[in-house]
């Protein structure tokens, strides 16, 4: 039985990893496609490293944080779990 809180503890871990590496990706992807400059878009300019006016779309960020807030629930009930199972039990049987 105290198995179970273990594989969820891992399984959370991997899914907010995962929803960590995601949302980078998503937030380099965005930061490397920088829109063409139009007066009518209405969007707004900045300057980049090299000095060049880019414009951006707004940015969606995707599945990124819904797998980290997934992980961060599933580790919050995984660590739960487990202090349930160990509170019944006795100094001596650990």
Known sequence: MSRLP?????AAALIMILGCAVLAYTVTDYLDSPLAIS???G???FRSSDG???SYDTFQPG???SLITTGSLLMF???FLL???WRGRRVSDR
């Open 83 to 85: 202090a349930v199972l």
């Open 77 to 79: 009930a995984s660590l």
């Open 52 to 54: 060049s006016l880019v």
């Open 63 to 65: 599945v990124g944080p």
């Open 6 to 10: 273990l594989a969820m503890l891992g």
């Open 39 to 41: 007066s009518t878009a």
């Open 43 to 45: 969007l707004p300019v």
